[in-house]
T-cell receptor
Framework: GENVEQHPSTLSVQEGDSAVIKCTYSDSASNYFPWYKQELGKRPQLIIDIRSNVGEKKDQRIAVTLNKTAKHFSLHITETQPEDSAVYFCAASRTNTGNQFYFGTGTSLTVIP | DGGITQSPKYLFRKEGQNVTLSCEQNLNHDAMYWYRQDPGQGLRLIYYSQIVNDFQKGDIAEGYSVSREKKESFPLTVTSAQKNPTAFYLC???????????FGPGTRLLVL
């Protein structure tokens, strides 16, 4: 099956700096890569996603890049704010075969005011 | 994702007891999923259902059972065979099995 690795496990940045979280996947057939943000005790919330036919996607301060050859994708958050502090999870799936999501182990991001 | 509800918020299980977690959605989504979340391990898939009256095992199905008799509902039973059930259980749904998943608020299961 698919194996998703996520790094770093913890990340601290100063407010206003950028944060980058990286994930690698093993199944070259994976074609959908969502990112979720989870605040303590809350449900994961989708923040951005990318499909394998696209190399980069942006939404305001958040962007995701995908390198299919190297089988890795990254989340970029610019101009970080204290409310960005949360755990972020990446996932990979093959949407044409049941859409089972394989999640990374999460990155705990702390934005220091 | 506000259309996905889970109950109860907290659930306590005694030794040898089966317990059932509820998941309901009013989004008219075809696909539904159950995940288990443990600290430091991300989310792991227990069962998923792409359509009513059909479901498949995920990576950690042992000790769990599900049913999908209605489109809106996908209850999860944690049986006595699950020896380490303490975790945060998340239900999710997607419009089709090829689209993104949206999560419910979760149920925290604790063993007495």
């Amino acid at each position: 099956g698919e194996n998703v690795e996520q790094h770093p496990s913890t990340l601290s940045v100063q407010e206003g700096d950028s944060a980058v979280i990286k994930c690698t996947y093993s199944d070259s057939a994976s074609n959908y890569f969502p990112w979720y943000k989870q605040e303590l005790g809350k449900r994961p919330q989708l923040i951005i996603d990318i499909r394998s036919n696209v190399g980069e996607k942006k939404d305001q301060r958040i962007a995701v890049t995908l390198n299919k050859t190297a089988k890795h994708f990254s989340l970029h958050i610019t101009e970080t704010q204290p409310e960005d502090s949360a755990v972020y999870f990446c996932a990979a799936s093959r949407t044409n075969t049941g859409n089972q999501f394989y999640f990374g182990t999460g990155t705990s991001l702390t934005v220091i005011p | 994702d506000g259309g996905i509800t889970q109950s109860p918020k907290y659930l306590f299980r005694k030794e040898g007891q089966n317990v059932t977690l509820s998941c309901e959605q009013n989004l008219n989504h075809d696909a539904m999923y159950w995940y288990r979340q443990d600290p430091g391990q991300g989310l792991r898939l227990i069962y998923y259902s792409q359509i009513v009256n059909d479901f498949q095992k995920g990576d950690i199905a042992e000790g769990y059972s599900v049913s999908r008799e209605k489109k809106e509902s996908f209850p999860l039973t944690v049986t006595s065979a699950q020896k380490n059930p303490t975790a945060f259980y998340l239900c999710a749904s997607s419009r089709t099995s090829a689209e993104t998943q949206y999560f419910g608020p979760g149920t925290r299961l604790l063993v007495l």
